[in-house]
C-alpha cells in the first residue's frame, strides 16, 4: 500500500502503518509479539522530519517499542521537534545524529551498533539505560536534561566519546559496563557524575578520562566500582566532592588514578581493596581528604597536594609512612602541609613527629658534611622538635663532669686567691660557654681528667650550636 502524505509517498509495511498512523496523535506501537517487527529507517526518518502533523489537539511524537529498525537511521543536522521514545528495538545500523537538534531522545533498552552525535543539541533527557550499544559518540554535544547510561552496556575504541559534552542535569552510569575508554575530557556537567557499580573495562589503556572535566555536584565512582585501566581525573574542577569509596581500581600500567590538580571539597579513596598502582595528587587542592591506611597504594605523588583537613583512621606514624610513599622523594611541602593540618587541630606532638621526620628524611639527600651535621642536630636536640633531650644531654654530662671532678679535683690556679671548688658549678661552667661561673677561671684539670674537661667544653658549644639552629628552624616554622 502507497501512503502520500505531505509529499512524501512509501511504501508501507503493516507495522510501518501502524507507526505512521499513530505518530500523529502520540500514541505507542509496541510490536514486541508481532510475526512482523520490521520497520525501516527510511520511515522513521520521514516521520521525524514532518511527513505526517500532529493531529487537531494533539501532539505528534515517535514512541515504538520492540521493533527491528532496518537500515541508517540518519538524522544528522536534522531539526526534530518530536519527543523521540524507540524502546527495546534492535537496530540493524548505528544512529546518526551529527549535528541534529531533538526533544528527548529514549532509547532504553534497545540494541544497535552505535549512536554518533557529535555537536547534536538535545532540548530533554538522552535515555540509554539498559542500551546494548557499540560506540557512543557525542563530542561537543550539548544535553539540556540528563544522560542516562543506568545498566548500559557500550563497547568500542572508545565505548564512549564525549570529550566538550555539556549536561544540564546529571550522567546517570549506575551499573553501566563499558567495554573501551570513557573520554569525558574538557565536559562540562552542571549536576552530578553518579557511576555507582559501574565497571570500565580497559585494562591495557584508560578507562576514563575526565581532564579538565568540571562537575557541578559529585563524581561519584563509589559502592562497587570497579576499573580495569588507568583513571584521569587531572585538572578536573569538582564542586562537592569525588569519591571511590568501596570501589575497586587497577592497571597494568604503572599509574592507575591521577588526580593532578584536581580541584574539590572532598575526595574519598577507602576502596575496597589496596589501590592496584600509583596515585598521582600532585598539587591537588581538597578542603577534606578521606582515605583508610589499610588501601593505600604502594606509590603516591604528593607535591603540592594541599588539604583542610583529613578524615581517617590513620595514626600520626601511619600517616607518616604515608609520606614515605611519595615516589618523588622528599618534599618540604608534603611535610609542612600534614603538620599545618595537626597544628589546626591542636595535636602538637603530631606536628613536631611529622617536621622531625621530615628533616631525616631531607637528610638523606644531603652531602656527608651535611648528613654529619644533621646527625648532630637529631642526637642532640631532635632537629629543634625534641627540646628535652637537649637537657637529657645536659643533665647526662653534668652527671659525668661532676663524678669525675669529685674524684681529681682541678688545682687552683691561683693560690692567693682561693676560691671553693664545687664539681657541679665547675662541670657547668664548662659545658656553658657563653656563661662565666668563676670556676673554669679559677681551676686548672689536672692529667686524664684535662681531657674531659675539653670534651664536655665542645659537647657544650655542641649543644648550643644545635640549641640555636633547631630553635631558628623551629621559630620560622611557627
Request: charged share 25%; glycine share 8%.
Amino acid at each position: 500500500m502507497a501512503t502520500r502524505m505531505a509529499g512524501w509517498e512509501l511504501e508501507l509495511t503493516a507495522p510501518e502503518r501502524a507507526v505512521w498512523q499513530a505518530f500523529s496523535r502520540r500514541a505507542q506501537v509496541d510490536l514486541g509479539d508481532a510475526e512482523d517487527r520490521v520497520v525501516r529507517a527510511g520511515v522513521i526518518r520521514a516521520l521525524l522530519l514532518g511527513a505526517v502533523p500532529a493531529e487537531p489537539g494533539e501532539l505528534a511524537a515517535l514512541t515504538l517499542v520492540g521493533a527491528e529498525i532496518a537500515g541508517r537511521l540518519d538524522l544528522s543536522y536534522a531539526e526534530i521537534p518530536y519527543p523521540v521514545r524507540l524502546s527495546r528495538c534492535d537496530f540493524t545500523d548505528r544512529i546518526e545524529l551529527v549535528g541534529a537538534r531533538t526533544r528527548e531522545i529514549d532509547l532504553a533498552g534497545s540494541r544497535l551498533p552505535g549512536i554518533w552525535a557529535d555537536k547534536a543539541v538535545v532540548e530533554g533527557n538522552l535515555r540509554l539505560a539498559e542500551v546494548r550499544s557499540g560506540p557512543l559518540h557525542l563530542v561537543a554535544a550539548r544535553i539540556e536534561g540528563a544522560l542516562v547510561l543506568d545498566e548500559a552496556h557500550l563497547v568500542g575504541a572508545p565505548a564512549v566519546e564525549a570529550r566538550l559534552l555539556s549536561v544540564g542535569h546529571d550522567i546517570r552510569g549506575e551499573g553501566l559496563s563499558c567495554e573501551g575508554e570513557v573520554r569525558l575530557d574538557n565536559a562540562d556537567v552542571r549536576g552530578s557524575v553518579r557511576l555507582l557499580r559501574a565497571r570500565l573495562d580497559n585494562p591495557q589503556g584508560r578507562a576514563l578520562a575526565a581532564v579538565d572535566i568540571t562537575v557541578g555536584g559529585v563524581f561519584n565512582c563509589c559502592e562497587g566500582f570497579t576499573a580495569r585501566g588507568r583513571i584521569n581525573l587531572s585538572f578536573a574542577d569538582v564542586g562537592s566532592q569525588v569519591c571511590f569509596e568501596r570501589a575497586s581500581l587497577s592497571s597494568v600500567a604503572e599509574s592507575t588514578l591521577a588526580c593532578r590538580q584536581l580541584r574539590t571539597a572532598e575526595l574519598v579513596l577507602s576502596t575496597s581493596e589496596p589501590i592496584d598502582g600509583e596515585v598521582d595528587l600532585r598539587h591537588a587542592r581538597l578542603g577534606v581528604l578521606r582515605d583508610d591506611p589499610s588501601t593505600w597504594p604502594a606509590k603516591l605523588r604528593l607535591d603540592g597536594l594541599t588539604y583542610d583537613t583529613i578524615q581517617s583512621p590513620a595514626t600520626a606514624a601511619q600517616r607518616l609512612n604515608w609520606l614515605a610513599r611519595n615516589r618523588d622523594g622528599y618534599s618540604a611541602q608534603a611535610y609542612e602541609q600534614l603538620a599545618a593540618m595537626y597544628r589546626r587541630r591542636g595535636e602538637e606532638d603530631a606536628r613536631r613527629a611529622v617536621l622531625l621526620r621530615g628533616q631525616r628524611h631531607r637528610r638523606t639527600g644531603q652531602s656527608r658534611p651535611g648528613r654529619l651535621w644533621g646527625y648532630l642536630q637529631d642526637v642532640t636536640v631532635g632537629y629543634g622538635y625534641r627540646p628535652a633531650l637537649a637537657a637529657t644531654w645536659l643533665v647526662a654530662l653534668l652527671l659525668l663532669g661532676t663524678a669525675v671532678f669529685a674524684v681529681a679535683q682541678p688545682v687552683p690556679l691561683d693560690p692567693a686567691r682561693p676560691l671553693h671548688f664545687r664539681a657541679p658549678i665547675y662541670t657547668l661552667d664548662l659545658l656553658l660557654p657563653l656563661v662565666d661561673l668563676h670556676q673554669e677561671a679559677a681551676f686548672e684539670p689536672v692529667g686524664a681528667t684535662a681531657w674531659v674537661a675539653y670534651g664536655l667544653i665542645a659537647c657544650g658549644w655542641i649543644l648550643v650550636t644545635t640549641i640555636a639552629a633547631g630553635t631558628t628552624r623551629v621559630l620560622r616554622r611557627g
